[in-house]
């Protein structure tokens, strides 16, 4: 109402048609060209600088830009100097999660080996996710009888088992892309600079699938490690302080031998592992390779292979976590799987529910701290 009475005098006819077309308007464009030549007189009188040099910043700025970040990086180094000294990477330990996708607060799954997200469980220190990656084709029938829940598009989603088969069970709504997961990941370590996480692939998809999810995943290029830009085999891995100052914050592993071009190393070749299960009662603590032709002491020259230590059994509950991840980690660790593997402690400690333990006062999260407070 207040636009229609702006154009309009109460009491005087509406201004426009012919008249106002022969009149008013031609003179317009003369008064308007007086007063832009009026300002910028005014401007070049007062030395303000044109509108044309106005826009390009002043080189000070970036300069300034520069200087914040190299101060971050440098608070980040000192930081894990502080934390970890020049210890290398397979000298430190980190605590990691079974099935770290099916969880309470990611997806509606029923059957969970965690309680948080990834994104909590990173905020909660945990720093090696496990991750099943699948296929799924697009689904019209699924779309339909969801009544339209269930109208994802083809991609790499994170599956236990078939997506299409048992929701809840194989697969969960809402449906967990791989590419938004190792985003939460990216976008965590890219607002702590100070951290180093690695993802470990049980992968069901091919090269070109899993290579097309990660190139749409912002900031990874940044971020992921690649052995032979660091000449791995030759030298060893590099010391934490290396990894924090580099940026290159993220190491991927699969199951999967032919995608290292992608900076996805493949496990058999580059980690020693002990076989994954407890067994159905808990009670196989033995501590034995993954690999008959792997063996946990495998010695090589000039490098060690990273030790991923499972522990969890054949079904995750919390009953059996409680039961699981105190003392029983801890004897387990000492007395079967440190002996194993010529000496050393594990590098990743991968359980279920790493929030829950017994009564011991030793948790998962504990025992890393003590391993890497005698390493």
């Known amino acids: 109402m207040n636009m229609s009475l702006r154009g309009t005098r109460l009491g005087a006819a509406p201004r426009f048609g012919p008249r106002s077309v022969g009149t008013t308007s031609s003179r317009r464009p003369v008064r308007l060209s007086f007063a832009l030549l009026l300002l910028l007189s005014l401007l070049s009188l007062l030395g303000a600088p044109s509108l044309a040099g106005a826009a390009p910043p002043p080189p000070a700025r970036s300069a300034a830009t520069a200087a914040t970040a190299a101060t971050a990086n ?84 994170l599956c236990h088992g078939e997506c299409k088969t048992f929701a809840g069970v194989t697969y969960a709504l809402p449906r967990q892309s791989f590419q938004s997961s190792v985003q939460t990941v990216v976008d965590f370590l890219a607002a702590n600079p100070q951290e180093v996480a690695t993802i470990f692939l049980e992968d069901y998809v091919s090269a070109q699938q899993l290579g097309s999810a990660l190139g749409r995943v912002r900031g990874l290029d940044q971020l992921l490690f690649r052995p032979d830009a660091w000449n791995v085999r030759q030298q060893g891995w590099p010391r934490m302080t290396d990894l924090v100052g580099s940026g290159k914050r993220l190491l991927i592993f699969s199951d999967a031998p032919d995608r290292e071009h992608l900076g996805v190393m493949y496990d058999r070749a580059w980690t020693v592992s002990n ?12 501590c034995v390779s993954r690999w008959a032709d792997v063996p946990l002491d495998r010695q090589e020259t000039g490098f060690r292979r990273l030790f991923t230590m499972s522990h969890h059994r054949n079904v995750p509950t919390l009953i059996n976590a409680a039961l699981d991840n105190g003392a029983k980690l801890r004897d387990r660790i000492n007395g079967q799987c440190r002996p194993a593997a010529g000496g050393r402690d594990p590098n990743f400690v991968s359980v279920d529910f790493h929030r829950t333990s017994d009564s011991s006062g030793h948790t998962p999260a504990s025992i890393v701290t003590e391993l890497n407070a005698r390493n």
């Open 74 to 157: 440098g608070d980040a180094v000192a930081q894990a100097q502080a934390r970890w000294g020049d210890r290398r990477l397979d000298q430190v330990t980190f605590l990691g999660t079974h099935n770290a996708f099916t969880n309470y607060e990611d997806s509606r799954w029923s059957s969970v080996s965690q309680s948080e997200s990834i994104r909590h469980q990173l905020e909660n220190g945990v720093r090696g996710l496990s991750l099943d990656t699948h296929w799924y084709e697009r689904s019209t029938w699924l779309c339909v009888i969801s009544f339209g829940s269930d109208c994802y598009p083809s991609d790499v989603y």
């Open 275 to 286: 076989f994954w299960s407890l067994g159905d009662l808990g009670n196989d603590v033995s």
